[in-house]
């Protein structure tokens, strides 16, 4: 089992990513409501957030509704959103304890009132806390972000706020939900999916990937701890050689 102290604390990811995936799937193997997996994945959200904040990993980003899941049943939306908004009044003294800063990505405008002020509240009373940076990605996907940004930067050359030869990819990243972080350097997925499922498809260009079979209730810090000992044991080499990076 992996343990804390077997991590290398200098090579640990900057920015780590998650897909919480399997809450429904926890629920079905306990004979229990799928309402009740999400309510046990809020406590691995706990438990992780934690975790990484303790390890001084600067950014935390949880893939917590997707814009596919709208798609959902209307109840277990409508659960999800609920459970939102308590999450977030409950976790509030674990993010100020933790002097973690709560950001949110993802078209947030679609967000039920109720949930858009609490997740502003939160925002804005831990806005100064530097320790860590936690991402909600909210009705967040992949492509809707993609074609917001093609929209704002070719109404820029429009307006001749930017001209088309200067686009690179730091005009793209500048416009992106994702603006204020940095690249995703590990990507866990728990439940066995091994898919990305519209999730920053640019931001994890050379994201490490790991998929364990953990549902995420199930996800615990021994897990975690067991993704980042697998990553600190990989040769990230963005296209090089081997021999280049040792040189
Ligand atoms: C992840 O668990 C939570 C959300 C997507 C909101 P699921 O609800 O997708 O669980 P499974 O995949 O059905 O087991
Ligand atoms: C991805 O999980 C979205 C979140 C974890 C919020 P899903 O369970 O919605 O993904 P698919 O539909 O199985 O790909
Ligand atoms: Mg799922």
Same mark, same amino acid.
């Given at each position: 089992?992996?343990? @804390?102290?077997?991590?290398?604390?200098?090579t640990l990811?900057?920015?780590?990513?998650?897909?919480?995936?399997?809450?429904?799937?926890?629920?079905? @193997?306990?004979?229990?409501l799928?309402?009740?997996?999400?309510?046990?994945? $809020?406590?691995?959200?706990?438990?992780?957030?934690?975790?990484?904040?303790?390890?001084?990993?600067?950014?935390?980003?949880?893939?917590?509704?997707?814009?596919?899941?709208? *798609?959902?049943?209307?109840?277990?939306?409508?659960?999800?959103?609920?459970?939102?908004?308590?999450?977030?009044? +409950?976790?509030?003294k674990?993010? @100020?304890? *933790?002097?973690?800063?709560?950001?949110?990505?993802?078209?947030?405008?679609?967000l039920? +009132?109720?949930?858009?002020k609490?997740?502003?509240?939160?925002?804005?009373?831990?806005?100064?806390?530097?320790?860590?940076?936690? $991402?909600?990605?909210?009705?967040?996907?992949?492509?809707?972000?993609?074609?917001?940004?093609? +929209?704002e930067i070719?109404l +820029?050359?429009?307006n001749?706020?930017?001209?088309?030869?200067?686009?690179?990819?730091?005009?793209?990243?500048?416009?992106?939900?994702?603006?204020?972080?940095?690249?995703?350097?590990?990507?866990?997925?728990?439940?066995?999916? @091994?898919?990305?499922s519209?999730?920053?498809?640019?931001?994890?260009?050379y994201?490490?990937?790991?998929?364990t079979?953990?549902?995420?209730?199930?996800?615990?810090?021994?897990?975690?701890?067991?993704?980042?000992?697998?990553?600190?044991n990989?040769?990230?080499r963005?296209?090089? $050689?081997?021999?280049?990076?040792?040189?």
């Open positions: 089992m992996a343990q @804390q102290d077997q991590l290398d604390k200098k990811p900057k920015h780590l990513a998650i897909i919480m995936d399997g809450n429904g799937r926890w629920a079905k @193997q306990q004979g229990l799928r309402a009740l997996g999400h309510e046990n994945g $809020t406590k691995s959200v706990r438990v992780v957030v934690e975790a990484c904040a303790e390890l001084n990993i600067p950014f935390l980003t949880l893939y917590a509704f997707s814009t596919e899941n709208w *798609n959902r049943p209307k109840r277990e939306v409508e659960l999800l959103m609920k459970l939102l908004v308590s999450s977030l009044k +409950k976790e509030i674990t993010l @100020q304890d *933790n002097e973690i800063k709560l950001t949110a990505i993802g078209n947030l405008d679609t039920p +009132k109720k949930v858009y609490e997740l502003l509240e939160v925002i804005d009373k831990t806005k100064d806390n530097t320790n860590m940076t936690l $991402t909600l990605a909210l009705s967040y996907g992949s492509r809707e972000e993609l074609v917001k940004t093609v +929209k070719s +820029k050359v429009k001749n706020l930017i001209s088309r030869d200067a686009i690179d990819e730091s005009v793209i990243n500048n416009h992106l939900y994702t603006r204020n972080l940095p690249d995703v350097d590990l990507l866990i997925r728990t439940s066995g999916e @091994q898919r990305i519209n999730f920053l498809l640019w931001q994890l260009a994201a490490e990937l790991y998929f079979d953990t549902l995420w209730p199930d996800f615990t810090k021994t897990h975690l701890f067991e993704a980042l000992l697998n990553y600190q990989r040769e990230r963005f296209g090089k $050689t081997s021999e280049q990076l040792k040189r």
